[in-house]
């Protein structure tokens, strides 16, 4: 099973918007709406942001929000603040009943 | 309040097994199962496999299938991942995560793995 494809790296100004791709395949992305992203700062674990494509857990802020199209998923942080500063991974359930991550992607707020 | 605490920093020679624990609590432990991941330094996360909590069943990504094991103590609200065969790419921090349908919605501290001679 290969990882998801991610941008290594994306950036914004504080405020802005930005979206980070997940493509994928149509055993993985593209065939459930298991995709979930997670948030993880240097040193830490890896915390869960969205849930189902589109879900939030209780207390992630709403300037997360997730979709998917096809074989590729997004997630879109809006008004951009220096605390997601921080790498991003997608995650899906894939057709032979494993789990697979996402390259991951790097953002630095400018 | 879920916690998943792990146990500590490990150092294993090449060749060698290791044992991670990952104690649950503040929830009912069977009704969630829980995968293991793994960071190699610098690198990004990687799926190691799944168990179900309340019947022991295991899913292994294919990477790992031969030199893993994941074993389940309900009476301890503990779950236990073996690694056999250590290399020093094996050197990395394992998290474990509760997960039910692909969502890992609580982790652990992670547990630091360094494989050395």
């Known amino acids: 099973q290969s990882a998801l494809t991610q941008p290594a790296s994306v950036s914004g100004s504080p405020g802005q918007s930005i979206t980070i791709s997940c493509t994928g395949t149509?055993?993985?992305?593209?065939?459930?709406?298991?995709v979930s992203w997670y948030r993880q700062h240097p040193g830490k674990a890896p915390k869960l942001i969205i849930f189902?494509?589109?879900n939030r857990p209780s207390g992630v802020s709403t300037r997360f929000s997730g979709s998917k199209s096809g074989n590729t998923a997004s997630l879109t942080i809006s008004g951009l603040q220096a605390e997601d500063e921080a790498d991003y991974y997608c995650?899906?359930?894939?057709?032979?009943?494993?789990?697979?991550f996402g390259t991951g992607t790097k953002v630095t707020v400018l | 309040q879920v916690q998943l605490v792990q146990s500590g920093a490990e150092v294993k020679k090449p060749g060698a097994s290791v044992k991670v624990s990952c104690k649950a609590s503040?929830?009912?432990?069977?009704?969630?199962?829980i995968s293991w991941v793994r960071q190699a330094p610098g690198q990004g996360l990687e799926w190691m496999g799944w168990i179900s909590t309340s019947y022991g069943t295991t899913k292994y990504a294919q990477n790992f299938q031969d030199r893993v094991s994941m074993t389940t103590d309900t009476s301890t609200s503990t779950v236990y991942m073996e690694l056999r065969t250590l290399r020093s790419d094996d050197t990395a921090v394992y998290y474990c995560a509760r997960d039910e349908t692909a969502v890992k919605d609580y982790w652990g501290q992670g547990t630091l793995v360094t494989v050395s001679s």
């Open positions: 995650s899906s359930y894939t057709s032979s009943h494993t789990h697979v």
């Open positions: 189902e494509v589109s």
């Open positions: 503040g929830y009912a432990f069977t009704t969630y199962g």
């Open positions: 149509s055993s993985d992305v593209g065939g459930y709406n298991y």
